[in-house]
């Protein structure tokens, strides 16, 4: 989509949105993504995604979610990644999403669940090798995102060979990309930096996240390698009993960051809507965008 809002700083930025979802685990879960979906639909966005876990573990779920999301109408972008899968099994997911009328793909590594050994990566160790594989089976058919980690990548030994794996998915063909999330502006400002110095031309979208829960919150940054900053991190902890401060804390925070992002000139924001509406469209409603109720 293209929003227009009428905030000072960011009137004439044409501002693309895209919310992901998880896929449920209960029927419950699933009820309730529908209603999630229809009020974040009305919001007209560019797209939806769909988390998918890594070795296939959601695989069925995955498939079912994203074609409940579809119904929308709305286009909506899998997930998939390729670690500890073979050829076959991803040339078979992907057939039957273009069967289904996907045209959109997140392009993940994703993570060997633990107790895997090195040998367990299978035919395709890194998201690179998945995007070329998506290129030469599918051509231009599918529009690839890819992640990226202004924070860099757990694993990677440094900056420099973490922005050397992202151009080169970029050079396998990657359409665009999201990044981790990150309360750090100047961690994007950096990295986009270095991007453009490379020439890259692919937009770089901000994914974000809304602060709900505290100790969850932490326990995720921990695991995937976002910064959650002293400031930040010492005030979430002094309401972390209050879970209402923590809501209007949280919803102050991320607009603000999204307002410096959109001020700055990032393509879009990409929301981590962790199957919830409300975070999002306080988010959303700060930064001065049209939003549906
Ligand atoms: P890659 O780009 O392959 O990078 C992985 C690591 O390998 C990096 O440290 C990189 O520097 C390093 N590397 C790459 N190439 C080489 C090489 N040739 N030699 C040595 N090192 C190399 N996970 C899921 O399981 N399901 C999801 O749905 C999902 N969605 C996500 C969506 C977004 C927007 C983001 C940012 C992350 C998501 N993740 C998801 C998490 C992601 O799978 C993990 O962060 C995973 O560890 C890396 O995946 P990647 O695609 O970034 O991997």
Same mark, same amino acid.
């Given at each position: 989509?293209?929003?227009?809002?009428?905030?000072?700083?960011? #009137?004439?930025?044409?501002?693309?949105? +895209? &919310? !992901?979802?998880?896929?449920?685990?209960?029927? %419950?879960?699933?009820?309730?993504? @529908?209603?999630?979906?229809?009020?974040?639909?009305?919001?007209?966005?560019?797209?939806?995604?769909?988390?998918?876990?890594?070795?296939?573990?959601?695989?069925?779920?995955?498939?079912?979610?994203?074609?409940?999301?579809?119904?929308?109408?709305?286009?909506?972008?899998?997930?998939?990644?390729?670690?500890?899968?073979?050829?076959?099994?991803?040339?078979?997911?992907?057939?039957?999403?273009?069967?289904?009328?996907?045209?959109?793909?997140?392009?993940?590594?994703?993570?060997?669940?633990?107790?895997?050994?090195?040998?367990?990566?299978?035919?395709?160790?890194?998201?690179?090798?998945?995007?070329?594989?998506?290129?030469?089976?599918?051509?231009?058919?599918?529009?690839?995102?890819?992640?990226?980690?202004? #924070?860099?990548?757990?694993?990677?030994? +440094? &900056? !420099?060979?973490?922005?050397?794996?992202?151009? %080169?998915?970029?050079?396998?063909? @990657?359409?665009?990309?999201?990044?981790?999330?990150?309360?750090?502006?100047?961690?994007?400002?950096?990295?986009?930096?270095?991007?453009?110095?490379?020439?890259?031309?692919?937009?770089?979208?901000?994914?974000?996240?809304?602060?709900?829960?505290?100790?969850?919150?932490?326990?995720?940054?921990?695991?995937?390698?976002?910064?959650?900053?002293?400031?930040?991190?010492?005030?979430?902890?002094?309401?972390?009993?209050?879970?209402?401060?923590?809501?209007?804390?949280?919803?102050?925070?991320?607009?603000?960051?999204?307002?410096?992002?959109?001020?700055?000139?990032?393509?879009?924001?990409?929301?981590?809507?962790?199957?919830?509406?409300?975070?999002?469209?306080?988010?959303?409603?700060?930064?001065?965008?049209?939003?549906?109720?």
């Amino acid at each position: 989509m293209s929003q227009h809002d009428d905030h000072d700083d960011i #009137e004439e930025v044409d501002v693309n949105i +895209s &919310f !992901e979802f998880f896929p449920p685990k209960t029927e %419950a879960g699933f009820t309730k993504l @529908a209603e999630v979906r229809d009020r974040l639909a009305a919001q007209a966005p560019d797209f939806f995604s769909v988390t998918y876990g890594a070795g296939g573990s959601t695989r069925e779920r995955t498939f079912q979610a994203v074609k409940m999301v579809r119904e929308s109408g709305i286009d909506t972008a899998p997930h998939l990644s390729c670690i500890g899968s073979d050829k076959a099994e991803i040339r078979d997911i992907l057939a039957g999403y273009k069967a289904d009328g996907v045209s959109r793909i997140v392009a993940l590594r994703g993570d060997l669940p633990s107790g895997m050994g090195p040998g367990g990566a299978g035919e395709f160790p890194f998201a690179r090798d998945l995007v070329e594989f998506i290129r030469k089976e599918h051509g231009d058919h599918f529009h690839i995102e890819v992640a990226a980690y202004p #924070e860099v990548h757990p694993q990677a030994a +440094s &900056f !420099e060979t973490d922005l050397a794996n992202f151009l %080169a998915k970029v050079k396998a063909g @990657a359409s665009s990309a999201i990044t981790q999330y990150f309360y750090n502006p100047d961690a994007y400002f950096h990295f986009m930096d270095r991007v453009m110095d490379e020439g890259v031309e692919i937009p770089v979208v901000p994914g974000i996240m809304p602060i709900t829960n505290v100790a969850n919150l932490v326990r995720f940054s921990e695991g995937c390698g976002a910064e959650i900053p002293r400031w930040l991190r010492k005030q979430l902890e002094a309401y972390q009993h209050d879970d209402e401060s923590v809501r209007l804390f949280g919803i102050e925070v991320v607009s603000g960051l999204c307002e410096t992002m959109l001020s700055a000139g990032a393509p879009g924001l990409h929301f981590y809507t962790m199957n919830q509406v409300e975070p999002t469209l306080a988010i959303l409603r700060n930064l001065g965008m049209p939003v549906v109720d």
